[in-house]
Structure formats: C-alpha cells, structure tokens
C-alpha cells in the first residue's frame, strides 16, 4: 500500500448515498486522480490518501483509495479554492477572496474560533456570519468523523452509512457503545461492531457486549430458519463466540428478558429462548388461525355441492373426490390447507374455489409469497393475484423500517383469501398476513409441503399440517400423467424415494453418468453452451438454468457461473464490467436479485410506466454499465429496467447457475443439474425435488447413479426449530379448557 499526500483541486464525481467519489488532486507539480470511497472531502483540503496506482482501460493511470484522511487547507490559495467551492452555506467566490484579503492565513481559525469577526467584511452581517461558522464547524466535524472511523477500522463506505445514522452524535454513541451499530444499520453486524469495540478499548467482559453478542447468535439462527434456540445451545454458541463463562451469558439472558428483547418458554427439555420479533410472530399466527379456523358463517354443504356439480358440468372436468373435498372445505371451514405434489389438481381445486365463492357473493382476493408466483397464479386462474407484500400495502420509510399499511386496524377488504406457494411463506410474514385479516374471513392455504421449506424462519405449512388443528386435505392422485412427460412421474417418484425413470426414448428426463467434480462440471457446461442449443435450439442464455446443490466446489454456484460467463458471455472490447470481489458483472450477464427490495423502482421500457420492488429470485439481464455515473441497468421480464448503484451491486449475483434453494417458486423450460457428494444436510431427497419441480420441459441430471440414489434414500429434512405446531395445539387445549371451566 502507498501514502500519497495531495490537495483535493477538483471533484469529478460523488455518490450522494455510498461517498465513492472520484476527484483531481494536486501531487507535488502534477496532477493525478484519485477514486474510491471519500465522503465529504471537499475541493482545497489536504488530503493524504493511501493505496494503490492502477491503469483503468478508459482513463488511465489512477490512485485506487482504500483509506484517507483530510486537513483543512492551510495555504492561502488552497482556503480560497476551499472556501469558494461552495461547501460553506452562504459562502462563494467572492466572499472567498474578500475574506482570504482580510483574513489571510487566519481565515479558518477566525471562522472556527471567532466567528463574530467575520462581520468585518462587507456585505456579511451577524446572522450570516453565524450561518458561515455552524456550516464551517460540521465540515470540520465530518472530517473528524471519519478520521475517527477510519482509525477504528471502518471502511469509508460503512462511514458513510454510519454518519447519516447517528450524523454529530456518531462519536459520542459510538464511543459508548459501538455495538448500537450493529442493531441500527443494515449490512453492519455484530463482528465489526465488536471490532471497533476492541480497538476503542471496550472491556470484552462488558455486559453489553455479552448481550450484543447473544442476540447476534439467535439472529444467526433465524437466518437458518430458526423460530428459537434451545437455551443450552444458545449459550454453548455465545460462549464460543464471544469467549466468555457460561454464568456471562446466562446473565445477559436475564436481562435481555427483563428488556424483553427476548422471551423464554419452558419446554420439556430445555427453555426455548426467542428473540422478540419471531416470539410475537408465533404466538400470533397460532392464536389467529385458531380464531379464523373457529370464526365463520357457515355455507350451506348441501346446496354448495349442488352447485360445484354445475360448475363441473360446465367445464366438463369431474373432481376427484379429494379435489371436491378441498372445494367444498374451503367454503365451509374458516381455513383449509390444500397440499399435494406437482399435476395434483390444486389449481384447478382453486379455480373450483374461486368460482363457489364468487356466486356466494364472497370477495376473494389471490396471493402468492413472490412476484413470480403471484404471475403464475395469475395465468393459471384467470384472475389477478399480486404478492402479500403488494396486498398488504407494504411500505419502507427510513424512520419506520418495513411497515404494513394493512394490519389490524386497517384489515384487508376482502371475505376470503386465497394463498398459493404457501411453503415459501415465514413465519414473520403469515404473522402480517394474519393480522391484515379480520375474524369471520376465510383463508385458503395452497402449497406442497415436500418442496424445500421457506428461506426465512419458520416451519409454518408443515407445523400446521403437522398440528392436526386446521383442516388438512392431501391431493395425491396425479393428473398431470404423462405419456409423453416423465418430470411429473419422477418427481412423484423421487418424492416417495423411487429411483426416476431416466433416458427413456424421446423423453424429457435424462441422466448424463460421469465421474468426479471435473467431468461433471465440464459435461454441464457442454451441455448448456453446445448440446441442448443444437440439438433441442434451446437458447442457453433464457432457457437453461443450472442448478446446482452447493455454492462452493468445482461443481458448485460460483465455478459454474465462472465458467458459463467464460463461454456463454466473454469479455469483449464493447462489453463493459464491473468487478465486486471475486465477481465480474458484465454487459449481457445473466443476473439474479438476491434479496427482496420492495423499494427500488423499475421503468418499462416501452411506456415508461414506474413501479417498484424487485424480488429475490428475480432473474434478469445487465443492459448497460456506466462507469461515469457508477450504476448499472438490469432488464427484468424483457422490458423493466432497474438501475443499480455500484454500491448496490451485493444484491446481485451472476445467474448462469443458480442453487436449488434460490430456485424455490421459479420454473425454467430446462434445467441442468450436477448430481455430487456432499453433506448428507444438503443432498437430500426434498432438495431434488424441488430441483426437478421447477423444470416444464426438460431435466438433464450430470454425475453418479449412486449419488442419485443416496440423495433419494436420503429423506433427512433439516430440523427446524419452530414451535408453531405446540402452540396451535396449546391454544386448543387452552379453549377446550375454558369450555370445560
Ligand atoms: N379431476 C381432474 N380430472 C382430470 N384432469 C384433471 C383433474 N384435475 C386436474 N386435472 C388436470 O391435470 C393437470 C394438472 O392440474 P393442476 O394444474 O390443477 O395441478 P397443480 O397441482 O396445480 O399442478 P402444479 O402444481 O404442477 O401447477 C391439468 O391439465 C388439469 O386440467
């Protein structure tokens, strides 16, 4: 790393939100540029910048900043260029070079120190001076700031999130308790927290460190889909975290509940212990659902059963009983869970549904946990659905966080609520889903509860059917039978632990045998770039997905979408990039949305009409890189454009391959899959599953007939730890208690 110390002489570029800045500097006699994080600098100050030179292809020769610190100006052109650049409320040219005349070199000690002299100069009375020293003092305050952050080892661009957090507070709140970072700022978490503790000095024994530190174990938790922690093993975790005594953390715990910032709940073998948000969300699905599954005007059976045999004469279907089960429940019942596998019927239950409840003169309204769901919903029924989020009005604001404009207060205006993939759905957001709708409605739970079970928290669609509370009906009989599709068969097989059947003549489910990681990876990649398009004309950028179990390894996410980029999008001197760490995205890359942001917006291309949110899962292409404006263009569903900021870029990933858990509520026309060994937690049978469900036209398995068959025996589900079945059985015995009273 080099040091180089130079005076900032003009500001090419800044970045508002991130403070990637790029800007010309005077270097001894020469003049250079220099880019990377540096917010606030302003034109005059000293700068002394350390990193490294680099050649960018475009613009030559440029000083890469990884840190900086800057001084106030201290010759007299420098505070005059300093000073007329317009950093200083109610200072310009003139006023620059009328107060540098005065007060030459003092100019900036009069303005800190003694503002009233300012009045001095003509045309500057008492309340514009005061206005000159406060603008003047928080310059100096950021660049104290930063000085302050940067000597603690935070990067400048995690700076900038925290200055506009705690703005002239950042010193003194961090200074008691660095830790507050980590639960107020998104993307900081308990590790730098407690890095700038260490370097701050911060006793490790600290109490409020022990409690950071233990609420950062049970967040980690619900990251893997936890509702709660044992309380042995959540002390066992902090300890080995936070290297502290047991007798440390269990006190923390006693006083994180006092706060109730978490809650105990005693189990037969250990306490259960919840952060806050995941104990109200728990509670509250389990009372609500008792109370709608208990709440609702009856339909009239006998009459409703007369009529679904019209609609079937009508559309010439007959239901299976199963399926006439799901229809007439569905209105009889407060809730109804419909499971089944993939051909099962549930659309056209649903279908069946929507009709019943439309002539009782019900108000239904449709919903799915993604966009993607939502659209296929949408298609299937003839009907708008949108996502829960859309339905329940979400919002984002930067003093409130997520918040739900429908809730209890201000329910849904709907009779009945019909919800597809309902696997997919957390237990947070059946929590909000929930409290958007008031008793007596009806709720309609849609979904196969073999597929993969949500990303976030929570076990909720198997805990309710497990919990024998909520009426359950199993479709099991596959319509969808194919004679010329063996997708459907298969996943039906794999899902009762059946080897598929594979290569059939003129069939849509293959297997590529191959040895090793190297010749698995090398026949996917054939596959894709050379094979599939030839001999099917699949087009290998919009038709084939990969799916891969495991992000690491030759035939993991990463290698593969290293490799297909190579083949399928090489570089190119008109082909712009961007790298972020390890990845390269480039002009034409396939991309894929990572997390939901419900508030970015997207322009249509044609029309131009707005909107926002993009999804996890969303898959696009990049349509543009600007190097100038540092932000990038990803095309979404052919004609929604979005445009990223460099500083956003973590919440995109190259989506040549993608892992099945990704792949959840997506269906591609084909997909590609190397088959490996791996940890028995990861290849297991509900994975293949939902690898296989989500291809419509073809499915290429590449590897070993015997991984195949372990990943098959292997019915091992991951544990969970929920409590959402106990409780919906709790709250029945608690009623039929009070009944009995
Ligand atoms: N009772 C029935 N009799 C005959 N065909 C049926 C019946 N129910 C459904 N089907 C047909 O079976 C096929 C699959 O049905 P449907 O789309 O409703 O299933 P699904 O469970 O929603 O499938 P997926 O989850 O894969 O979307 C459709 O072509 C549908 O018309």
């Known amino acids: 790393m080099q040091e180089i110390e130079c005076r900032a002489e003009n500001i090419v570029y800044t970045n508002e939100a991130n403070g990637f800045t790029v800007l010309e500097a005077r270097w001894g006699k020469k003049i250079m540029t220099a880019v990377g994080y540096m917010p606030y600098v302003a034109v005059g100050e000293q700068l002394l910048l350390r990193g490294q030179w680099v050649l960018h292809p475009d613009y030559g020769q440029q000083f890469k900043v990884e840190s900086y610190e800057s001084y106030k100006p201290t010759d007299l052109k420098g505070i005059e260029r300093y000073l007329a650049s317009g950093m200083i409320a109610g200072i310009g040219p003139s006023t620059a070079k009328k107060l540098v005349q005065h007060f030459g070199e003092k100019t900036l000690d009069v303005m800190q120190c003694d503002p009233d002299r300012l009045t001095e100069i003509e045309g500057i009375g008492k309340s514009k001076a005061e206005k000159i020293a406060a603008s003047f003092a928080k310059q100096a305050e950021l660049r104290q700031v930063m000085v302050f952050l940067q000597s603690h080892g935070i990067t400048p661009s995690y700076a900038v999130k925290i200055y506009n957090q705690y703005g002239t507070e950042t010193q003194r709140v961090l200074s008691e308790n660095p830790y507050r970072m980590a639960e107020d700022i998104y993307g900081i978490g308990f590790k730098t927290a407690d890095r700038m503790a260490q370097s701050l000095g911060i006793d490790r024994m600290s109490p409020y460190r022990v409690a950071c ?16 922690l044992p309380r042995s093993l959540l002390i066992e975790k902090a300890v080995a975290l936070l290297e502290v ?26 306490t259960r212990v919840y952060l806050a948000p995941f104990y109200y969300a728990e509670t509250g699905v389990a009372a609500k659902l008792y109370s709608l599954a208990s709440g609702v005007d009856v339909c009239d059976a006998a009459g409703l059963e007369e009529r679904l045999k019209a609609i079937q004469k009508e559309q010439g279907i007959i239901l299976a009983e199963q399926q006439r089960k799901a229809v007439i429940t569905a209105l009889t019942e407060g809730i109804v869970v419909i499971t089944g596998g993939p051909g099962t019927g549930k659309t056209t239950a649903i279908n069946c549904i929507i009709r019943l409840m439309m002539e009782q003169g019900l108000k239904v309204v449709l919903t799915a946990p993604t966009g993607r769901a939502a659209k296929r919903m949408t298609q299937a ?35 009945a609520v019909i919800v597809d993939e309902v696997s997919m759905v957390d237990i947070i957001l059946m929590h909000n889903l929930l409290k958007a709708m008031r008793s007596g409605m009806r709720l309609v739970l849609v979904g196969d509860a073999d597929q993969l079970p949500s990303v976030g928290p929570g076990n909720v669609l198997r805990d309710i059917i497990g919990s024998d509370i909520i009426p359950v009906v199993k479709l099991e009989q596959v319509f969808r039978q194919a004679s010329h599709s063996m997708i459907v068969t298969n996943a039906h097989r794999i899902n009762h632990g059946q080897m598929p059947y594979i290569n059939v003549k003129d069939g849509d489910f293959f297997m590529e ?3 090793g990681q190297n010749q698995i990876m090398q026949t996917v990649i054939q596959l894709c770039t050379q094979r599939l398009p030839s001999y099917y004309g699949y087009d290998p950028l919009k038709d084939i997905q990969v799916l891969s179990p495991m992000k690491k390894g030759v035939a993991g996410v ?32 396939r991309v894929m949305q990572i997390k939901n942001d419900y508030n970015v917006l997207w322009q249509k291309r044609e029309g131009g009409e707005e909107g926002q949110g993009v999804f996890n899962g969303d898959v696009g292409y990049i349509a543009h890189i600007n190097d100038e404006e540092q932000c990038l263009t990803v095309l979404f569903d052919d004609d929604k454009e979005v445009v990223y900021d460099f500083g956003q870029l973590d919440e995109l990933q190259l989506a040549y391959a993608i892992s099945v858990h990704k792949s959840q509520g997506s269906e591609f026309p084909v997909v590609v899959m190397p088959i490996v060994s791996g940890p028995p937690m990861l290849m297991a049978r509900n994975l293949l599953y939902t690898a296989v469900t989500r291809a419509k036209e073809l499915v290429v398995l590449v590897g070993r007939s015997e991984h195949l068959r372990s990943m098959i025996n292997n019915d091992f589900v991951v544990q969970r730890y929920s409590g959402l079945k106990e409780r919906l059985c709790a709250v029945k015995a608690a009623v039929a208690a009070a009944e009995r009273l």
Not at 213 to 228: C, D, I, M, P
Not at 245 to 270: G, K, W, Y
């Open 213 to 228: 530190g233990t609420k950062y174990v049970l967040s980690q938790a619900s990251n893997e889909g936890h509702t709660f």
């Open 245 to 270: 005594d047991n007798d440390m953390v269990s006190s923390a715990l006693t006083a994180l509940a006092i706060s109730r910032d978490i809650f105990f709940e005693p189990d037969q073998e250990d």
């Open 513 to 515: 045998v191959k040895e």
């Open 558 to 589: 990463w290698n593969l979408n290293a490799q297909l980029q190579q083949r399928l999008n090489p570089p190119a001197p008109h082909k712009p990039e961007r790298s972020v760490g390890e990845i390269i995205f480039r002009l034409g890359d």
């Open 381 to 415: 029924t003839g009907y708008d659905a949108m996502t829960i989020h859309r339905l329940l009005e979400y919002t984002f604001s930067e003093d409130e966080g997520d918040s739900f404009q429908r809730n209890e207060k201000k329910p849904l205006e709907c009779d």
